[in-house]
């Protein structure tokens, strides 16, 4: 299994930037894929942004719209999450998630039930 934990989240005005991380450990060789999503109270988990483990390939959700950018350090087992021009409706709880192999599911990147392993999240808070 893997075990993952979130970190960086925190309170930051509109228009801010904050870095999320997510540090992998266990069986990390077996990881094929890693995102993120989030959720706000009352609502459902939503898909932001996903990377391939190996070849770095990255898939958005539309209303990133190049504001956050998704990154990994192999090296060090290791997502991150770049987020700049932070807006109110951001405010969530952010999830990082791992694929662990490649098995086909017939599940789409965007959504949860294509991951194996979560994090417990960490809080965002974008307010004035």
């Known amino acids: 299994q893997v075990e993952l934990v979130e970190s960086g989240g925190g309170l930051v005005q509109p228009g801010g930037s904050l870095r999320l991380s997510c540090a992998a450990s266990?069986?990390?060789?077996?990881?094929?894929?890693m995102g993120w999503f989030r959720q706000a109270p009352g609502k459902e988990r939503e898909f932001v942004t996903a990377i391939a483990w190996t070849s770095g390939s990255t898939t958005y959700a539309d209303f990133v719209k190049s504001r956050f950018t998704i990154s990994r350090d192999n090296a060090k087992n290791t997502m991150y999450l770049q987020m700049n021009s932070l807006k109110p409706e951001d405010t969530a709880v952010y999830h990082c998630?791992?694929?662990?192999?490649?098995?086909?599911?017939?599940?789409?990147?965007?959504?949860?039930?294509?991951?194996?392993?979560w994090g417990p999240g960490t809080q965002v808070t974008v307010s004035s």
């Open positions: 266990g069986r990390t060789w077996s990881i094929y894929h």
């Open positions: 998630a791992a694929k662990l192999g490649n098995k086909y599911t017939g599940y789409p990147v965007g959504t949860p039930n294509y991951y194996d392993a």
